[in-house]
């Protein structure tokens, strides 16, 4: 108990104010960011490994990062680096306080852990006041309640069961859960029983889900919003949702490697950046930053995590900034697109649903893969594609992944293919490519 009380305390001293960072004036709102640039930079200097030797190979002097401008001068990081040296980016200052570690599925290419320290975690409760502004004014205002569709061992149920471990958090929202794997009519009967007012899940199984119910009877009960992370929603599943079934749509921008990065206001115009907590930059090819209106690659510095820190980190997502201020107020720089992660379903005959992270639980237990993409060669034929750092614990462990992808892919024929590289397609990493004629046709909507 006096754990929970210490926790709750720390998160309440955060608290006040967070809802009016982003309608600061813009001098105030760089001010708080470049504060937090120079203490993130101080730090990696003396407590990371691999920024400490960074700075002295390259005599970097890093109370010169004065600014956020200033961490161009850094070299660029890259996925395939963290991947392969991780401790070398882990605080020598955390101490004994609990941390969190957490791990991507390679929708961007390469899986990688990032480890969040206890205040930063505790801290990201606080900072979420910004994001549940506008979920609480598009739900009614006040209190409102939440169902969360995704897998057993998300990232959110993970950071959820840390907080409630830590926390009283005495206030907090009505939230349940049920799992992405359910059958729809399951999930269906949850949403109409609970009737809660925002549904939360993933963007790809939202918008499958509400094409499905096109085709059944109406649902007793719908949400007021509709919100989505991991991943992008086309324009066309946006459009369906909020004109045909009448929803307010909302969606964070988050990663692994850094948890907040921009959401969604209620205008559902752009994606305001949490300039503050983390640092955005666009760059092309050449490693240059874009223009607003032009699409860039999205290099991140976190502000915030004093666990495994990562400065001018190549994220693997594509981005546009906005050319204009978003009406509703907020001072934040917007994100008009990101466009960079691409999330598939695969339906099986049966009508199930198999999710990108469904098929990651059956391989996270293997570091050895570096790499990994399920093909859909018929409409019960599956191949999974593997690059594998030791082909030797790939053939070990190749019945026990099999095993674990029938369970996910059940009826399936199943068959792991090791390979020297997957290439990208269309510019981009896909980790399912499902079958160009899907197994169900979904009634098309107007963009």
Not at 212 to 231: A, I, N
Not at 273 to 279: F, N, P, S
Request: hydrophobic share 40%; glycine share 8%; net charge positive.
């Amino acid at each position: 108990m006096v754990r929970k009380l210490a926790g709750s305390v720390r998160i309440a001293s955060q608290l006040r104010g967070q809802r009016g960072v982003q309608f600061l004036q813009r001098e105030r709102l760089e001010a708080k960011r470049d504060a937090r640039v120079r203490d993130t930079v101080q730090h990696a200097a003396a407590h990371v490994p691999h920024y400490r030797d960074l700075f002295r190979r390259e005599r970097i002097d890093a109370r010169e990062i004065r600014s956020a401008g200033d961490l161009a001068r850094l070299p660029l990081l890259s996925k395939e680096e963290l991947h392969a040296t991780p401790g070398r980016f882990l605080s020598d200052a955390m101490g004994a306080a609990p941390t969190l570690e957490l791990s991507t599925t390679g929708t961007t290419g390469v899986p990688v852990s990032v480890v969040h320290d206890y205040r930063s975690l505790l801290a990201n409760i606080a900072y979420g006041e910004r994001e549940r502004a506008a979920e609480s004014s598009l739900a009614g205002g006040g209190r409102y309640s939440i169902l969360e569709i995704t897998r057993e061992g998300s990232t959110s149920r993970r950071i959820r069961a840390f907080y409630d471990a830590r926390t009283l958090r005495p206030g907090r929202l009505p939230y349940s859960t049920i799992s992405v794997g359910e059958p729809i009519q399951r999930i269906i009967e949850a949403i109409e029983r609970q009737r809660p007012d925002v549904v939360w899940s993933y963007a790809a199984f939202l918008e499958t889900f509400f094409r499905l119910l096109v085709t059944r009877e109406p649902p007793r009960y719908l949400p007021k919003v509709v919100s989505y992370g991991s991943g992008g929603m086309s324009a066309e599943g946006r459009s369906l949702i909020k004109n045909h079934f009448g929803l307010a749509v909302l969606s964070n921008y988050s990663a692994v490697e850094a948890l907040k990065l921009a959401f969604l206001c209620e205008e559902s115009a752009g994606f305001h950046i949490h300039e503050d907590l983390c640092d955005v930059r666009l760059l092309d090819p050449s490693g240059m930053a874009v223009a607003p209106g032009t699409s860039g690659e999205v290099v991140i510095s976190n502000l915030v995590n004093r666990g495994t820190v990562l400065l001018n980190y190549r994220l693997g997502d594509m981005a546009t900034a906005a050319t204009e201020s978003c009406a509703c107020g907020r001072t934040s720089a917007v994100l008009a697109q990101v466009d960079g992660r691409i999330d598939e379903i695969v339906t099986l005959p049966s009508g199930e649903l198999v999710l990108t992270v469904q098929v990651w639980d059956a391989i996270a237990g293997h570091p050895f893969i570096s790499r990994w993409q399920l093909v859909q060669r018929t409409s019960r034929s599956f191949e999974l594609r593997v690059v594998a750092s030791d082909r030797t614990a790939l053939e070990a462990a190749r019945e026990e992944l099999l095993a674990a992808l029938r369970s996910r892919l059940p009826g399936a024929e199943l068959d792991i293919v090791q390979v020297d590289d997957i290439p990208l397609r269309d510019g981009k990493f896909r980790p399912i490519l499902p079958l160009e004629t899907p197994v169900v046709k979904w009634p098309r909507f107007p963009a």
